[in-house]
């Protein structure tokens, strides 16, 4: 795939064919440079990866939902969707645990009111809902009637099992429960969250025995922190053929490049998240990211996006966004393509 495949749609500023078409507020004329309208379908549908052995292809950008019901209001959800998909987009990831569910209500709301559910890949994330807390039996099968319930579908394509949330259940306990609600095609296939290299290893000796296939690995994973991916997960994740969906993408943000100064308050979560990077390993690293990305024409967020991509085993970065300006920033990294030099100048300044 060439960068053209995603910039016929988004161009370098980040703005849609049609707002290139449409030129300025002032009615000058679009720019000679701007991207060509594309009629019909967006060509980025054309672009997709298959998620492991899951038998799904995605587009290479999962859209997170942990906004959504938080920080972002339900229309505003929903405009970022709608641009998500409109760029060619059809992967989507949330958590019974975002906004305690109400991402969830908004997220099935869309779905169902765009009748786009069978384009979607839908990931959800279970273990951390209050209600329903672990991954013990009876509450692993309640947390996922649950969400089925408030996402308004009849099944969960890929379930991510949260293993930061319950240390106590044994592993087969939850696969047994786990081969159930596959076999009641209420879940299509599974996916690990916080789950150990030997956890993993236990994992695919018990799908030799006839427990269903973890074929998806979630691991916080960026430009900035790598440390949770180490070598012996990366080892077994290769060994298996597991897909790597990296979250934390952006480093709560920081790697968009619109956080410079300690302007918020470090009282909040995010702004605390952010703080931690305001130093000068994170200086360096956005330097770098912005001198890639004015060479490329794109943003830091992209740049940060298409790092990830150039990473073995990585699938798919899952992103979150406040607005449709930063999604369709963020599927620009999907048509970039780093060269080995930019490579090293990030591996450079993110030492």
């Known amino acids: 795939m060439t960068d053209f495949d995603v910039r016929a749609t988004v161009g370098p500023a980040g703005r849609t064919a049609a707002s290139a078409v449409a030129g300025d507020p002032t009615g000058g004329a ?8 594309v009629q019909g379908r967006p060509l980025g549908e054309g672009v997709r990866t298959p998620l492991g052995e899951t038998g799904f292809r995605i587009f290479p950008l999962v859209l997170g939902a942990a906004e959504f019901g938080w920080n972002v209001d339900a229309d505003a959800s929903q405009g970022i969707l709608d641009t998500y998909v409109g760029l060619g987009g059809n992967a989507l990831h ?8 109400r991402s969830e209500h908004i997220l099935g709301r869309w779905l169902h009111s765009r009748g786009l559910r069978d384009d979607m890949v839908l990931g959800v994330r ?7 807390p672990g991954l013990g039996s009876v509450n692993l099968v309640r947390a996922v009637e649950a969400s089925l319930t408030r996402l308004r579908t009849d099944r969960i394509d890929v379930l991510f099992l949260d293993a930061r ?3 106590t259940t044994p592993l087969e306990d939850t696969l047994a429960t786990a081969e159930w609600l596959v076999e009641t095609g209420k879940v299509r ?5 916080g789950y150990t290299a030997a956890q993993l290893v236990e994992a695919r000796i018990l799908a030799s025995a006839g427990f269903p296939r ?8 960026n430009i900035l922190r790598r440390q949770d991916f180490d070598a012996d997960l990366r080892l ?12 934390h993408a952006l480093e709560h943000g920081f790697l968009s490049g619109r956080h410079r100064t300690r302007t918020r308050s470090t009282l ?3 702004g605390a998240q952010l703080a931690a990077n305001l130093n000068r390993r994170g200086g360096r690293t956005l330097r770098a990211l912005d001198a890639i990305g004015t060479e490329l024409g794109v943003p830091d967020a992209a740049v940060a996006v298409a790092w990830l991509l150039a990473q073995r085993l990585v699938t798919a970065p899952i992103v979150n966004a406040f607005a449709p300006q930063q999604v369709e920033e963020l599927v620009q990294g999907v048509g970039v393509r780093l060269s080995r030099s930019q490579l090293s100048e990030i591996a450079r300044a993110s030492e």
């Open 214 to 221: 973890i074929s998806v690995l979630d691991v916080p994973f």
């Open 30 to 37: 679009p720019h000679p440079s701007a991207p060509i309208p």
């Open 126 to 132: 279970v273990g951390g809902h209050p209600d329903n």
């Open 189 to 193: 296939s599974l996916a690990a969250t």
């Open 268 to 270: 909040s979560a995010r």
């Open 94 to 101: 949330t958590s019974d645990s975002f906004s305690a569910g």
């Open 236 to 247: 077994v994740a290769g060994a298996q053929s597991m897909a790597v969906t990296a979250s």
């Open 165 to 167: 949330t319950d240390s």
